[in-house]
């Protein structure tokens, strides 16, 4: 499987907060250990910052986001981000518990400073977070950390729970 995602980027600035910008944390909390309401996270995805989100993003869009993007967030932020379409979200900096939280559900969050002016709303980007490359259709890249490769495994079979899942039974097995 190619590790390279190609998308068009919705762009978002510095500090935006991921339960009070992002999502609307009231509107969607549902306890722990319930499921997620997909339907209400594509509702009040992004509502506050771009109204028009919900209607226009399609599914491989990229999030790219300026310095300490989506903080104050559980997991309902990028499980939003995710139930909307977003393939990868690639931001200047953020808290490292965001990155966890996207990943755990199949969400890669690459940091990459620079990003912020060398992608603007709208433009269609490569990103693989395998190699840490961004790449714009004009051929100019951006370089970044990769994630490891237990991250891109967990990132390609959809989340933590699911590569856990392949595993034990690949165990159980044998193969």
Sequence with gaps: MGTAVTGRVWKFGDHVCGDDGIIEYELVRGGFGKPFDEDALRDVCFRKLRPEFKAEVRPGDIVVGGINFAHHNHVEVPA?????????????????????????????????????????????????????????????????????????????????????????AAARTGG
């Design 80 to 168: 939003a981000m995710k139930a909307s379409g977003i393939s990868v979200v690639v931001v200047e900096s953020c808290e490292t518990g965001f990155i966890r939280r996207a990943l755990n559900l199949g969400l890669p969050v690459l940091l990459c400073p620079g990003i912020a002016g060398f992608a603007e709303d709208g433009d269609r980007l490569s990103v693989d977070p395998a190699t840490g490359t961004v790449e714009k259709e004009d051929g100019a890249v951006l370089t970044c950390r990769p994630m490891s490769p237990r991250m891109v495994a967990i990132w390609q079979a959809g989340g933590v729970v699911p590569l856990l899942a392949e595993e034990f």
